[in-house]
Structure formats: C-alpha cells, structure tokens
C-alpha cells in the first residue's frame, strides 16, 4: 500500500448525483472529465433517511471502470456487508462512526482485505468520536451536510472540525486523507483545504454541471 499523500487534492464526483438510467456511461464521463476518484453513497433507509443503491451498483461501476472506488457506507451495519462491497470492487471502504457496529474491528477487516479503510462522522458527531481510531485509518470523512440527500446547503460549522483533526493528525505524525461530502463546489472546497482537507466529494456540482471537466477543474484548482 502506497503511503497516504494528503497534500494531493482528490476530486470524487458522487454518483448520487449522476443519471441513474445509464450508471456506466455516467461513471465514465465522471473518469473522461477528470476525476480522480469515484464516490459511491450507499444508503440503508436505516442509517439514513434514504435509500440508494448496494453492491450491485459498485460492481457496475467497477466493470465500467478502472477508476478507484470509493464506496461511503451510510449503513447501519457495514460490519454485516462488509465481504460485499469487497467482493464488488470497492478500493476505500468508509464506514461511520456512528453506526452500529465495533469500529476498530472493521477498520481492520478492511485493511486485512487489502482496501483503503476510511473513517465518516456526521456534522453533530464531536471529533473525540473517532480520535481512538486515526491510527488505524486511512481517510477520514467529515460530512459537511447531515447524510441522506445530495443537493443540500454546506454547514460552515464543520471547518472548525476539520481544522481540529489536521491540528491532531499533524501533532501525532499520523497520514490519513481528509475528505469532505456535502454541498462541495469551487468555494465550498477552497474554505475547506484552506483547514486541511484535501478530498472533494462534489455530487451537484459536477454531474449536473453544463460542463463537468470545467466544474471538476475549477474544484482542483480551489
Ligand atoms: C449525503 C451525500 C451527498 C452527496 C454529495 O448523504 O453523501 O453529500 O455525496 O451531494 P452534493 O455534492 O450534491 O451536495
Ligand atoms: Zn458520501
């Protein structure tokens, strides 16, 4: 596994926003346009007040592309269909903080299976949540709208969370990437990296943009 670099900015279109009838074709416009990452929201109806899509979608995604798979589990049990999204082709699996299930265990299942394992807290959730566990991760996902919905407005009060965790992960020399999901666009991504996150989850603001490699390189650039 390749050391975490989280000085790269990594834009990860979400597919929640993407045209449902033609997943694949949508997946490789995502990749033709220029992005780095792949996003896939995986919602229970349980975790989240909605439902999306489950492994068959990812293992879609992953026929339709070479493209890196990273697959957000806004799911009660992530423990329970972890050996699915394994087995559809996730490379970063990221499971909440919140959900019920033992954290540290399936941080390490991930790893062991040979994916990137990633950490989510929602905007209400306090850092002291997941600090046990930055050792053990290599992303770590701060929500900047409640899940369940794309299309929603930024919450600003998350910057000062992202800033909390750079401070920690800079004073205990740890590497895990920074991500951000919700309501990300060239300015909501600037405040951002601006506090240290370096991954751009941007479902809205790429897919149903006039011009998707403008609005994803417009995010890069941020
Ligand atoms: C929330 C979803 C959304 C999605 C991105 O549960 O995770 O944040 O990825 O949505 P936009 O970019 O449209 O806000
Ligand atoms: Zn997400």
């Not at 992005?35 to 492994?55: E, K, R």
Request: a negative charge; one cysteine or more; hydrophobic letters at 45%.
């Amino acid at each position: 596994m390749k050391p975490i670099d989280f000085h790269e900015r990594i834009i990860a279109p979400s597919l929640l926003a993407a045209d449902f009838s033609k997943i694949g074709e949508e997946s490789r416009r995502a990749v033709d346009s220029g992005a780095d990452w792949i996003h896939l929201d995986v919602m229970d109806g349980h975790f989240v007040d909605n439902i999306s899509f489950g492994p068959a979608v990812v293992e879609t995604v992953d026929k339709a592309t070479d493209a890196f798979l990273d697959v957000h589990l806004m799911i009660s049990r992530p423990d329970h269909y972890l050996p699915r999204f394994i087995e559809a082709g996730a490379d970063m699996i990221t499971v909440h903080v919140e959900a019920e299930h033992p954290v540290g265990e399936t941080l390490r299942r991930i790893r062991a299976a040979g994916r990137l394992a990633g950490l989510a807290l929602n905007p209400a959730t306090p850092v002291a949540a997941v600090e046990p566990y930055l050792g053990e991760i290599d992303l770590l996902l701060c929500m900047t709208v409640v899940p369940g919905f794309g299309g929603q407005s930024f919450m600003p009060e998350v910057l000062e969370k992202i800033s909390a965790v750079a401070e920690i992960r800079q004073t205990n020399g740890l590497a895990f990437h920074v991500e951000v999901d919700g309501g990300i666009d060239a300015g909501t991504a600037a405040r951002c990296a601006a506090v240290g996150a370096n991954v751009m989850v941007a479902g809205s603001s790429t897919f149903r943009a006039p011009d998707m490699a403008a609005a994803i390189q417009s995010i890069r650039n941020a």
